[in-house]
Structure formats: C-alpha cells, structure tokens
C-alpha cells in the first residue's frame, strides 16, 4: 500500500507529464473524430430519423445509413486501423520517459523537504527515445507469450469441448466455455502485468535483453504474487469501475440536445484523463515496489538511466 500511496504522490507531481499524454492522445483522437463528423454531417442529407439516436440505439436507422453511406465510411474505418497502431505505438514510446520521470522523482527522497523537481518535457523526450528501441522489443516478447497461452487454451478449450458436447447441454457448455475464457483472461493479465515489470527491469539494469528481462520479471510476479499481481488486478478494476460508472451516468442522462452532447463529451474526456493518470500511477507503483525488491548485481557501468537522473537532480539543485 505505501508503494501505490508514494506512486500517487508522484503522480500528482507529475501532472503536467499527464497532461501532456492526455494532449497527445486527445490529438490522435480527433484526427478520426473530425473526418466522422465531416462524413456523417455531408451524408446525413438533414435527414430527421438521426434525431431517434439521442433517445437510444436504433438499429432501423443505423442499418438504413450503413446501407446507404458505407462506402464514404470505408476512409474513416480505414483511418481507425492507423490510428490504433499509433496509438499503440505512442504508448510503447510514452514508456520511457514516465519511468525517467519516477526515477527522477525517487532520487529527491533523499533530498531536504521542500526541494522539488519541475518536469521537464526535453528530459522527458530524452527518456522516450533512448528506450522506445528495447521496450518494442520486450512488448513483441509479450505478445508472442500471450499468443502461445491463447493458442493452447483454445486447443485445450476445443478438446474439452468436443469431449463434453455429447453429453452436456447447451448451458453447461457455455459454462465451460466461460471457465475457459476466464483462465484465458487470466493467464494474459498476467503476462501483461510481468511484462510491465519487465519495462522497469529494463530501466533500472539499463539493459537490452527482452527475453531475459521478462524471465526476471516473472519470477519477480510469481514469488510476490499479491504485491504484484494483485495490485495489477485492483488497477485493472479502478479502470473498470470508471467505465462502469460512465455508463451509469450515460443511463441516468437525458441527451436531448447539445448541451448534454457537451456534458457527456466533458466526462468522456475527464474518463480518459483519469485513465492515462491510472497508467502512470500504476508505473510508478510498480516502479517503486520493484525498486523495494532484492536487486542482483550490477555490472560497474554508469547506467544511461543514472547519467539522465543525475543531470535532472542536479538542475533542480
């Protein structure tokens, strides 16, 4: 708990570095969301049955539209698969300057009250690029384990299924299938929260090696389980209650105009500010408990992580 506690702390000192991954990905989102608007008002042809979409879904006229229009949405869809990428892309690249920044951070505790650090976007900037190489490198070594698991839970899960279907009905096959999706879900949260610890592995050692780093990592998670994992899953649900608590207020709102189309695009916003700032407290979470941990033995080699920490306490100074 002190760990998430020292990361929140940081986290809020760290508000402008939010901000600015809250501008980046704000950015992303309206180059796709400005061309949608442009598509749907030019084809829409002031047609009033889009009016019956503020009441709820209507699938009538949801249908009729794609029928019509699909072809002018063909660029728009199109330009969603880039921008998933990029995004993909921005989040592994974002990796190394929020770890730049904790480590700046953590070095100030052993410095007088009242000092501060001012973050800085060129160090942060600096951070990102120096490890965007190894962290691609270490998220295609994640990947690759999480498409293995899923491969062989859907053999085992088809095995088992066939084995099953002549003698089960219908609702305990899908509960079996549901047991099997759970473990699934599971097994790659997981891997996803060792690969996270992987990221600050490779931070702290200043290392290249992926694989080996994820081999440190997992056995970092698995004798640690409830301070590792577990924590990833409490993360996992505070996220999860966000959006749960969005579509409750989407449920209770009355959208009949654009004053409501405004207020629900003001908690859209504060739902996405709130989950980049959940990303980086859980980093920094991880970061310091990862920090509390035995580390091996270091080779005598200053670290490119030290040199960039040392040069941003001793401007602060």
């Not at 951070?105 to 060129?122: D, I």
């Not at 409501?260 to 700032?277: D, E, G, K, W, Y």
């Amino acid at each position: 708990m002190k760990h998430s506690t020292l990361a929140w702390r940081q986290t809020l000192a760290s508000l402008p570095m939010v901000g600015l991954i809250y501008g980046l990905t704000l950015v992303l989102g309206l180059l796709v969301a400005l061309p949608m608007y442009s598509t749907l008002t030019t084809e829409d042809q002031r047609s009033l049955a889009f009016l019956n979409l503020l009441h709820g879904f209507d699938y009538t006229v949801v249908s009729d539209f794609m029928n019509r229009s699909g072809a002018a949405l063909k660029a728009v869809f199109g330009m969603v698969r880039w921008l998933n990428l990029t995004y993909l892309f921005l989040t592994v690249f974002l990796t190394g300057g929020i770890l730049l920044r904790f480590a700046q951070l953590s070095n100030l505790r052993a410095r007088p009250a009242g000092m501060v650090s001012q973050f800085r976007a060129g160090l942060f900037w600096d951070g990102c690029s120096q490890y965007v190489g190894r962290l691609f490198r270490l998220f295609g070594v994640t990947l690759l384990f999480v498409l293995v698991t899923a491969v062989i839970w859907l053999i085992i899960g088809i095995l088992v299924g066939s084995a099953v279907s002549s003698s089960e009905t219908e609702r305990e096959t899908i509960g079996v299938s549901l047991v099997f999706f759970a473990l699934f879900a599971l097994t790659t949260t997981l891997l996803l929260c060792i690969g996270d610890f992987a990221k600050i592995i490779l931070f702290r050692d200043d290392a290249h090696g992926a694989f080996r780093a994820f081999g440190q990592a997992g056995r970092l998670v698995l004798r640690n389980l409830p301070r590792t994992y577990g924590l990833y899953l409490v993360f996992i649900l505070i996220g999860t209650g966000c959006f749960v608590l969005y579509f409750v207020l989407e449920s209770l709102l009355t959208v009949d105009g654009w004053l409501m189309i405004a207020v629900l695009f003001v908690v859209q916003q504060v739902l996405i500010a709130s989950r980049v700032a959940l990303k980086v407290w859980w980093l920094g979470t991880a970061y310091s408990l990862v920090q509390s941990l035995p580390q091996p033995v270091r080779p005598l080699l200053e670290s490119a992580t030290s040199t960039l920490s040392a040069e941003s306490a001793k401007e602060d100074c």
